[in-house]
RNA sequence: AGGCGCGUAGCUCAGUUGGUUAGAGCGCUACCUUGACAUGGUAGAGGUCGUUGGUUCGACUCCAAUCGCGCCUACCA
């Protein structure tokens, strides 16, 4: 086996380690175990590069897959990926763009292809970047929303959803987007405010008796107004409902209405131009009204669309004569605006324009405005489905974690509106769905079922539903089609219900919710027990990291560095606003200097783990991820120490290939060896329970504190007094070699669910030596807490030891003393325990705090002028002579009377306090007392220390 | 407007049923290249836990109010 290098290289091995993986099958789930552990991978878009979020995401997940695979669960984690309708759609579309052409050039059939052959090119990108994040996904599984099988499962359920009444065909006002032509869901579309405007309009009355004045921040679509509304208690109009206006522009004329539900009298002028074809509000004002016959009685029943599908003015149709003024015809909706503006201006009806703050409704994958638009879409009547899906929470079957996010899940829920899933593009599950020239519908699974279930002549004409499903649609089926569903599979019954769903909270509506809703319907069961939700990884000041403000990191940048230059290159190119490329490139210069260095994935990993706290955002802070790639190094480190002094080495371990391997040699464990065996112990049930509560920042902190602060600070530096002393027994260094691997061995297989590269790496090394036999650290059992040698009086030992020696190094360290200078110590009030605890320690003692001479002094004896440190009641003392300043000395103790002191005032209030003994629980109150007592013990012997030395 | 969450060391964050001297990492200061590791070691400085009240023997922790910040949902045309 190769040496280990000084440093530990991460490049050297991660992407072998993987390659070795994947080869030898270890990711798929075993044919044993008793429980069933299965994750389904939110599907990453086709279209998608790997980014932050995917980041944490999958190292929360691999997490719980490696800890649970350990644990001899039968473990899978779901594979795959999702065609991404609208997004994939638009990258293939931009790339025809690029050779001057536009989908309908080349027609459906060959666009679609297109969009295959380039799934087929750049699809793998983002399963070969999850590969790099150490995911042990089930790849020879692997599934796409649209291959064939889950496109059967979409169908099927299509179908038994409308047999059911459950999916319908209505004409209604749509989200739609203009750009992309087609429909978008109340989830798609993002409001954000912008700054606008207020238009102050005059509607004539009919009457000649004066106007009315409307206020709108759409000007634009009073073509299609069918009324103004007004609420009826208000005095200043109630007497003109009914009454007739003279719409500008149009010649049309229109009712004043009552509207109490929409119109609110202390807002804007308190009258409401009504355009129900292109406002939601006003769409619902006109279904209270339509009815009245002064707008029955207008052109489409007064619901006037006046729009295209590119949100310009339309022409009129051939039997509606001027109903909309050919003036505006083919004007985009911001033009008409001007020039409607311009006209009314023009004919003295504009009042007034104010400034005005708005919500813009924007599509959020094209930034369109979206239009509010009448259509026949295809619809999923929700709240049949919504009602179990909310009990299966409130019931507890489901968990949230964090809890909270149950009430977000409750309130959108009880108010959820039909799910509108058609879309009108191409790329996606085309809707099973047949019309003929009557405009009959049938639904089937194909065009010869539908003609044979309705009795339909081979000739009779049909013509297939142009729209294709919402993406979520079939995302939403996930759990279940992903197994093999609508076949009863040997894979869905061994793992659904799933175990747990990790995701963002950003998709809870648009995911997690439907997932609830169709398992339950389809399955008859919920897809998942638990929904671990995380935050967002933003940026180091706190920032949602974006193309537009320069800020992203790219994981694989993290795992393997890079240049400055590329970085920014990376960062300004392919800008929707090329003109902040300069700013973004002055901030990256800034902020990364010399660009950013390789820190491997494992310590990438360890990251995400460690910033894991729940239920909130997580701030990406650069030095934090240095500070666990020095971790790995030392880790690596460690190991390197642990090798060198145990390879080729008697270490006790029967079946090791040591070369030492005869009978049971005698062996024998110093109180360092029982403290860190009793140490490691409390760790494992640590982390296991930390990784159990989806507390992973807990997990990486315990292992950090135990690998860093324990093992290596202290049980590294006691093995070495044992295994260079001459003088120690065989048996004694035998079993500090045999604890020295052994607790490595255990603690590379606590730590490998989050690290998994390094620590298999130092695992094949290690094990053989620690008597452990197996081809991989991936299927080894987590360690499991071994109650026998949980060791109290071990740790209480020890912990007299170190604060013997952090006793004699904080004299050094505030004295000046250069650290490895050794020095004579005295013990004065030591007790008998004292001194045999000094006496069997002293090699240790010696070591770590590098003294000279320990010698017990008597009661009597005289104590020569010295520093002091107290462990227990007991002085440990450096003589001054030539050593120690003693004006230093006298700071020092009055320093730390000061703060006994304190402690002592406080602690006598608190006894001194009666409701306090009293009512206090009698527990407290004797640690309050022991606390004291010992307090004013160390405080009298120091006083008598300061005293002495001030005498000198 | 409603809902959720957050304000703890210069920075990023822990602190789970109210009882610690309020912790960690990074950063900072001083010293140290000792045979695992300078991506290191040793010692140290740094906080009236946003503010104000209340409950309690005791509050970072519970309650109320208030200020600041973030997010989500619904919005006034």
Redesign the pocket.
């Given at each position: 086996m190769r040496s280990m290098e000084?440093?530990?290289?991460p490049h050297a091995i991660e992407q072998r380690w993987y390659q070795t993986w994947e080869a030898r099958g270890y990711f798929a789930p075993g044919q044993s175990g008793d429980a069933s552990y299965c994750i389904m991978i939110p599907p990453p878009n086709v279209t998608g590069n790997l980014h932050m979020g995917h980041g944490f995401n999958n190292t929360i997940m691999d997490t719980l897959i490696r800890y649970h695979r350990m644990k001899g669960d039968k473990t899978l984690w779901q594979a795959g990926a999702d065609h991404a309708g609208i997004a994939t759609q638009m990258v293939v579309e931009r790339q025809l763009e690029a050779e001057n052409k536009k989908r309908h050039d080349l027609g459906r059939e060959k666009f679609i292809e297109r969009i295959w052959e380039w799934k087929r090119e750049s699809g793998g990108n983002i399963s070969r970047q999850l590969r790099r994040l150490g995911s042990s996904l089930d790849w020879q599984h692997e599934r796409f929303t649209m291959d064939e099988g889950l496109s059967e499962a979409v169908k099927e359920v299509f179908i038994r959803l409308y047999e059911e009444g459950l999916i319908y065909r209505g004409k209604r006002l749509v989200n739609w987007d203009p750009k992309l032509h087609t429909a978008v869901s109340?989830?798609e579309v993002?409001?954000e405010?912008e700054n606008g405007h207020?238009w102050h309009m005059r509607y004539p009355l009919s009457n000649g008796q004066g106007h009315l004045t409307?206020?709108?921040?759409?000007p634009e679509t009073m073509l299609g107004d069918c009324a103004v509304a007004v609420n009826p208690g208000d005095e200043r109009y109630r007497h003109m409902i009914g009454e007739l206006l003279e719409l500008p522009l149009t010649g049309r004329r229109i009712p004043i209405i009552a509207d109490e539900e929409?119109?609110?009298?202390?807002?804007?002028?308190?009258?409401?131009?009504i355009t129900p074809a292109h406002?939601?509000?006003?769409y619902a004002v006109w279904q209270r009204h339509r009815d009245e016959v002064t707008i029955s009685a207008q052109a489409h029943g007064g619901l006037i669309n006046i729009f295209t599908i590119d949100a310009a003015v339309r022409e009129n149709e051939a039997d509606e004569g001027a109903l909309i003024p050919e003036r505006y015809s083919g004007m985009d909706r911001y033009e008409a605006r001007k020039q409607i503006v311009a006209d009314l201006q023009e004919q003295g009806l504009l009042e007034k324009i104010d400034e005005?703050k708005?919500?813009v409704p924007r599509g959020d994958r094209s930034g369109a405005v979206i239009e509010p638009f009448l259509t026949d879409q295809w619809y999923v009547k929700i709240a049949p489905l919504a009602k179990p899906a909310i009990e299966a929470v409130e019931s507890g079957r489901i968990r949230f974690v964090p809890d909270?996010w149950k009430?977000?899940y409750y309130?959108?829920m009880r108010?959820i509106q039909d799910w509108c899933i058609s879309r009108q593009i191409w790329w996606g599950h085309r809707i099973p769905a047949w019309y003929d020239e009557q405009g009959n519908v049938y639904v089937g699974r194909s065009e010869a079922e539908v003609r044979r279930q309705h009795n339909l002549a081979d000739d009779y004409p049909l013509r297939r539903d142009e729209d294709v499903l919402d993406t979520w649609f079939s995302s939403a089926l996930w759990p279940f089609s992903t197994l093999g569903w609508p076949e009863q599979t040997e894979r869905l019954q061994a793992f659904y219900p799933t175990s747990v769903l990790v995701t963002g909270?950003?998709i809870i509506?648009f995911w997690v919710a439907r997932m609830i809703m169709m398992g339950l319907k389809f399955m008859d069961d919920v897809p998942f027990h638990e929904v671990y939700v995380h935050g967002l990884v933003r940026d180091?000041?706190?920032e949602?990291m974006s193309k537009s403000k320069g800020n992203v990191l790219d994981p694989t940048d993290l795992i393997d560095g890079i240049e400055l230059e590329r970085l920014i290159e990376k960062r300004t190119s392919g800008m929707m606003q090329p003109q902040l490329a300069k700013k973004i490139e002055q901030q990256t210069r800034k902020e990364f200097p010399d660009g950013i260095p390789s820190f491997g994935t494992d310590a990438l990993r360890f990251t995400f783990a460690a910033?894991a706290?729940t239920?909130?955002?997580?701030?990406f802070?650069l030095?934090?991820i240095?500070?666990y790639?020095?971790f790995?190094?030392?880790l690596w480190?460690?190991t390197?120490?642990v090798m060198?002094n145990v390879e080729g080495q008697d270490c006790g371990v029967s079946g090791a290939k040591t070369g030492h391997s005869e009978p049971p040699a005698k062996l024998e464990r110093s109180v360092a060896d029982h403290w860190i065996l009793s140490r490691l112990q409390k760790t494992k049930q640590a982390v296991a329970d930390a990784i159990e509560?989806y507390?992973f920042?807990?997990a990486a902190?315990a292992i950090?504190?135990f690998t860093?602060?324990e093992y290596?600070?202290w049980y590294?530096?006691l093995s070495?007094p044992v295994l260079n002393d001459d003088n120690a027994s065989q048996a004694a260094k035998r079993g500090t070699r045999r604890t020295l691997v052994r607790v490595l061995e255990n603690l590379l297989r606590l730590t490998h669910p989050i690290m998994p590269f390094i620590t298999e790496e130092i695992w094949q090394r290690v094990a053989p030596i620690a008597g452990v036999s197996g081809e991989t650290i991936m299927n080894q059992p987590f360690p499991t807490q071994r109650e026998s040698l949980i060791n109290e009086a071990a740790e209480i030992e020890m912990a007299w030891v170190m604060r013997f020696i952090?006793g004699i190094?904080?004299i050094?360290?505030?004295m000046?003393i250069?650290?490895?200078k050794p020095v004579p110590v005295l013990l004065a009030n030591a007790s008998d325990n004292d001194q045999a605890l000094a006496e069997r320690h002293r090699h240790f003692l010696d070591f770590l705090a590098r003294t000279e001479s320990i010698e017990v002094l008597a009661a009597d004896d005289q104590e020569p002028e010295s520093a002091t440190a107290l462990v227990g009641e007991m002085k440990v003392l450096i003589p001054l002579a030539g050593l120690i300043d003693k004006e230093a000395e006298i700071k020092r103790l009055e320093k730390e009377i000061g703060?006994l002191r304190n402690?002592a005032d406080?602690t006598e209030k608190?006894l001194s306090?009666p409701?306090?003994v009293?009512?206090?629980?009698e527990a407290?109150v004797q640690?309050e007392r022991d606390?004291l007592a010992e307090t004013q013990k160390a405080l009298e012997s120091l006083q008598t220390q300061l005293v002495k030395i001030q005498n000198l």
């Amino acid at each position: 086996m190769r040496s280990m290098e000084k440093t530990y290289d991460p490049h050297a091995i991660e992407q072998r380690w993987y390659q070795t993986w994947e080869a030898r099958g270890y990711f798929a789930p075993g044919q044993s175990g008793d429980a069933s552990y299965c994750i389904m991978i939110p599907p990453p878009n086709v279209t998608g590069n790997l980014h932050m979020g995917h980041g944490f995401n999958n190292t929360i997940m691999d997490t719980l897959i490696r800890y649970h695979r350990m644990k001899g669960d039968k473990t899978l984690w779901q594979a795959g990926a999702d065609h991404a309708g609208i997004a994939t759609q638009m990258v293939v579309e931009r790339q025809l763009e690029a050779e001057n052409k536009k989908r309908h050039d080349l027609g459906r059939e060959k666009f679609i292809e297109r969009i295959w052959e380039w799934k087929r090119e750049s699809g793998g990108n983002i399963s070969r970047q999850l590969r790099r994040l150490g995911s042990s996904l089930d790849w020879q599984h692997e599934r796409f929303t649209m291959d064939e099988g889950l496109s059967e499962a979409v169908k099927e359920v299509f179908i038994r959803l409308y047999e059911e009444g459950l999916i319908y065909r209505g004409k209604r006002l749509v989200n739609w987007d203009p750009k992309l032509h087609t429909a978008v869901s109340d989830l798609e579309v993002l409001s954000e405010e912008e700054n606008g405007h207020m238009w102050h309009m005059r509607y004539p009355l009919s009457n000649g008796q004066g106007h009315l004045t409307v206020a709108t921040t759409r000007p634009e679509t009073m073509l299609g107004d069918c009324a103004v509304a007004v609420n009826p208690g208000d005095e200043r109009y109630r007497h003109m409902i009914g009454e007739l206006l003279e719409l500008p522009l149009t010649g049309r004329r229109i009712p004043i209405i009552a509207d109490e539900e929409h119109v609110d009298p202390e807002f804007g002028t308190g009258c409401v131009k009504i355009t129900p074809a292109h406002d939601f509000n006003d769409y619902a004002v006109w279904q209270r009204h339509r009815d009245e016959v002064t707008i029955s009685a207008q052109a489409h029943g007064g619901l006037i669309n006046i729009f295209t599908i590119d949100a310009a003015v339309r022409e009129n149709e051939a039997d509606e004569g001027a109903l909309i003024p050919e003036r505006y015809s083919g004007m985009d909706r911001y033009e008409a605006r001007k020039q409607i503006v311009a006209d009314l201006q023009e004919q003295g009806l504009l009042e007034k324009i104010d400034e005005h703050k708005l919500m813009v409704p924007r599509g959020d994958r094209s930034g369109a405005v979206i239009e509010p638009f009448l259509t026949d879409q295809w619809y999923v009547k929700i709240a049949p489905l919504a009602k179990p899906a909310i009990e299966a929470v409130e019931s507890g079957r489901i968990r949230f974690v964090p809890d909270n996010w149950k009430n977000t899940y409750y309130e959108w829920m009880r108010n959820i509106q039909d799910w509108c899933i058609s879309r009108q593009i191409w790329w996606g599950h085309r809707i099973p769905a047949w019309y003929d020239e009557q405009g009959n519908v049938y639904v089937g699974r194909s065009e010869a079922e539908v003609r044979r279930q309705h009795n339909l002549a081979d000739d009779y004409p049909l013509r297939r539903d142009e729209d294709v499903l919402d993406t979520w649609f079939s995302s939403a089926l996930w759990p279940f089609s992903t197994l093999g569903w609508p076949e009863q599979t040997e894979r869905l019954q061994a793992f659904y219900p799933t175990s747990v769903l990790v995701t963002g909270f950003d998709i809870i509506f648009f995911w997690v919710a439907r997932m609830i809703m169709m398992g339950l319907k389809f399955m008859d069961d919920v897809p998942f027990h638990e929904v671990y939700v995380h935050g967002l990884v933003r940026d180091s000041h706190g920032e949602k990291m974006s193309k537009s403000k320069g800020n992203v990191l790219d994981p694989t940048d993290l795992i393997d560095g890079i240049e400055l230059e590329r970085l920014i290159e990376k960062r300004t190119s392919g800008m929707m606003q090329p003109q902040l490329a300069k700013k973004i490139e002055q901030q990256t210069r800034k902020e990364f200097p010399d660009g950013i260095p390789s820190f491997g994935t494992d310590a990438l990993r360890f990251t995400f783990a460690a910033l894991a706290a729940t239920g909130r955002d997580i701030k990406f802070d650069l030095g934090r991820i240095e500070g666990y790639r020095n971790f790995c190094n030392k880790l690596w480190n460690a190991t390197r120490y642990v090798m060198m002094n145990v390879e080729g080495q008697d270490c006790g371990v029967s079946g090791a290939k040591t070369g030492h391997s005869e009978p049971p040699a005698k062996l024998e464990r110093s109180v360092a060896d029982h403290w860190i065996l009793s140490r490691l112990q409390k760790t494992k049930q640590a982390v296991a329970d930390a990784i159990e509560g989806y507390r992973f920042d807990h997990a990486a902190q315990a292992i950090y504190e135990f690998t860093w602060n324990e093992y290596c600070d202290w049980y590294l530096e006691l093995s070495k007094p044992v295994l260079n002393d001459d003088n120690a027994s065989q048996a004694a260094k035998r079993g500090t070699r045999r604890t020295l691997v052994r607790v490595l061995e255990n603690l590379l297989r606590l730590t490998h669910p989050i690290m998994p590269f390094i620590t298999e790496e130092i695992w094949q090394r290690v094990a053989p030596i620690a008597g452990v036999s197996g081809e991989t650290i991936m299927n080894q059992p987590f360690p499991t807490q071994r109650e026998s040698l949980i060791n109290e009086a071990a740790e209480i030992e020890m912990a007299w030891v170190m604060r013997f020696i952090l006793g004699i190094r904080k004299i050094k360290g505030e004295m000046n003393i250069a650290p490895g200078k050794p020095v004579p110590v005295l013990l004065a009030n030591a007790s008998d325990n004292d001194q045999a605890l000094a006496e069997r320690h002293r090699h240790f003692l010696d070591f770590l705090a590098r003294t000279e001479s320990i010698e017990v002094l008597a009661a009597d004896d005289q104590e020569p002028e010295s520093a002091t440190a107290l462990v227990g009641e007991m002085k440990v003392l450096i003589p001054l002579a030539g050593l120690i300043d003693k004006e230093a000395e006298i700071k020092r103790l009055e320093k730390e009377i000061g703060r006994l002191r304190n402690d002592a005032d406080r602690t006598e209030k608190k006894l001194s306090n009666p409701k306090f003994v009293d009512k206090a629980p009698e527990a407290v109150v004797q640690k309050e007392r022991d606390k004291l007592a010992e307090t004013q013990k160390a405080l009298e012997s120091l006083q008598t220390q300061l005293v002495k030395i001030q005498n000198l």
